[in-house]
């Protein structure tokens, strides 16, 4: 089945936003973690934290509303909702290693069977650094990847990370257009698959070893 860059980030946001609870303060990573904001229930009292120093980001500005001083981590202009506080770096950080924040949500090169994540770099490639990855994955009390299933050099999902990590056994969920995967003690748990996928689909395209219930979800929606 292909989809389009556009649904796939849809898909993988609008479910993990179905993980967020009333009342969390959540930490979304630059790039596709960022859409996630755009699929939380305005009923629903979720603070959004940006790294670089703003609690209360909302969904993603009309053109006309752009404000080009108040953007997320990766630069991009974003909203804010009422009670949204600005703050320094060090203040930011403070929350995220104090283990004040209740979720963060972060793409991924690699994710494998243990929980063990990569997302930072690439070994001869150049890059600024690893920024607040490392910060957030041991901070937060859950880590959610969210990630397009396969990357343009194949699988992500594996047995053993072979990048650099940046941190290991600490991701609880990852989410792809095709699935959701739980890291359990026993091992890494097939929880939903996309309905326009087959089982085949998944588990063809993922190295980790797979425990499989007899009735499997479909994805939420």
Not at 172 to 184: F, K, M, N, P, Q
Request: charged share 20%; hydrophobic share 45%.
């Amino acid at each position: 089945m292909e989809l389009s860059k556009e649904q796939i980030r849809e898909i993988i946001a609008r479910r993990v936003a179905k993980e967020l609870h009333e009342g969390d303060y959540v930490t979304l990573g630059i790039g596709l973690p960022t859409e996630v904001a755009n699929y939380i229930p305005q009923s629903m009292h979720v603070m959004i934290q940006s790294e670089n120093g703003v609690i209360g980001v909302g969904p993603k500005p009309a053109p006309e509303n752009i404000n080009p001083k108040i953007t997320n981590a990766g630069g991009i202009p974003v909203t804010t909702k009422q009670g949204a506080v600005f703050f320094d770096s060090m203040t930011s950080f403070t929350m995220i290693r104090g283990g004040h924040i209740d979720a963060t949500v972060l793409g991924a090169l690699q994710v494998d069977q243990e929980g063990n994540i990569a997302n930072w770099m690439v070994p001869g490639v150049m890059v600024p650094g690893m920024g607040g990855a490392m910060d957030l994955v041991v901070g937060a009390k859950k880590v959610i990847v969210a990630m397009e299933h396969l990357s343009k050099n194949g699988v992500k999902i594996l047995k053993k990370c072979t990048l650099p990590l940046t941190a290991a056994h600490e991701v609880d969920l990852i989410v792809t257009e095709r699935c959701v995967l739980r890291v359990t003690e026993d091992g890494l748990v097939l929880e939903e698959i996309n309905p326009l996928f087959s089982l085949e689909d998944i588990t063809s395209t993922i190295e980790a070893d797979l425990i499989i219930p007899e009735h499997l979800q479909n994805i939420a929606a």
